[in-house]
């Protein structure tokens, strides 16, 4: 397992590249499916990496939390070289609960995944809806548990959550980069 911390290509008002991705029940999702929400949490991740595992809770958590924002788990790895992640086990995770996001998206091509530079699973970005477009606010971790057995120092997912709160209370969050850490996106040989 290799292990990476998340880099920065998008920056704090940049807008999310569009991207059209399958579901694992068949339905393809796009960025504008999601327009009516006042954010958009997308979180590359996985079905594999312990690192992505341990933080299933607190995105599960997060989707039923929050009406009022979008909570997308994207899987980029090359499921050929590691059938875990593959589209079939994506969907039995959804199916027995283990995953309840609000999406859960796999990036066959990683064309999704090296447009936004992610780099590692778990890799958040969040995003709020100002005046009908999205632009991101957030990238980095989901709280301060750097490895899948430690324990955060507040609620799990609590520095997104804090993000996700000023965003809508109408506050301005804090958007300074606190690198995710996790397993490297599993990339297709060229």
Not at 27 to 54: M, S, W
Not at 157 to 175: H, K, M, Q, S, W
């Amino acid at each position: 397992m290799a292990l990476e911390e998340s880099s920065q290509e998008l920056v704090a008002g940049d807008s999310p590249p569009p991207f059209s991705l399958p579901a694992p029940d068949g339905t393809e999702y796009r960025l504008a499916d999601f327009a009516e929400k006042r954010g958009l949490l997308i979180v590359f991740t996985c079905n594999h990496c312990p690192y992505a595992q341990a933080k299933f809770e607190a995105l599960n958590a997060i989707a039923a939390d929050y009406d009022e924002i979008a909570t997308v788990g994207i899987n980029p790895n090359d499921a050929t070289e590691y059938p875990d992640d593959s589209l079939e086990r994506m969907g039995e995770l959804v199916a027995d609960g283990t995953v309840a996001y609000d999406a859960y998206l796999r990036d066959e091509t990683q064309e999704i995944a090296q447009a936004y530079g992610a780099t590692c699973t778990p890799d958040p970005f969040f995003f709020a809806n100002r005046d009908g477009e999205f632009e991101l606010v957030y990238h980095g971790r989901l709280d301060d548990a750097m490895s899948p057995d430690a324990t955060p120092s507040g609620e799990p997912g609590f520095e997104i959550r804090a993000v996700i709160d000023d965003v809508l209370a109408g506050n301005e969050p804090d958007t300074a980069f606190r690198p995710s850490r996790g397993c490297s996106i599993k990339w297709r040989a060229e």
